[in-house]
């Protein structure tokens, strides 16, 4: 596995992916799992948050402290799935801005196509972290990346709840300057795309829709 991917270990991690697996699982629970999962993946991508010392009063005495520096992170869905994502990092950095990337798959190239993106100011000087639940061809992540790369984007991870080997070598091959974080690799992709086991279409099973 090259070096630049993590995958999860944590029990709890596995145990929330597996009940979002569940096809009986419904929309409301699906939704709440997807937000404890991305907040608990958050904690740890964001390990390397740069952090700078300041000095601050307590009733006791006068002491320096660490806070986290400068421009904080630029959130990123995909649109639509990894707005399924952003309620459980939001909940962990607040002050964080959010940025959205849309995509289509043109129907000649069968490559995606953005159809919307805005990112917040000083793209530059932030921590990026793009996510989608699924990283599956790895199509609409490399589209992505490259977008945010474009517009200035310097320090990126990409975060997915579950990724294909394929979506993890693609992009990792097309982007080893970025960090990728994956809950689980499943066995591969079917002939449409879809990751098996998988758990289906994110998104609809997120927005409740078919
Ligand atoms: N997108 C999904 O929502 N599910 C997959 O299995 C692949 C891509």
Sequence with gaps: MNENVTVFSHPLIKHKISQLRDETCKTKEFRALVEEISMLMGYEVLRDLEMEEIEIKTPMETTTAPIIKGKKLALVPILRAGLGMTGGILSLVPSAKVGHVGMYRDEETLEPKEYYCKLPEGIDQRMILIVDPMLATGGSADAAVQFVKKKGGKQIKFVSIIAAPEG????????????????????????????????????DRIFGTK
């Design 168 to 203: 993890v070598k693609r992009l990792s091959e097309a982007h080893p300057d970025i960090q990728i974080y994956c809950g689980e690799i499943d066995r591969g992709l079917n002939e449409n795309g879809y990751i098996l086991p998988g758990l289906g279409d994110a998104g």
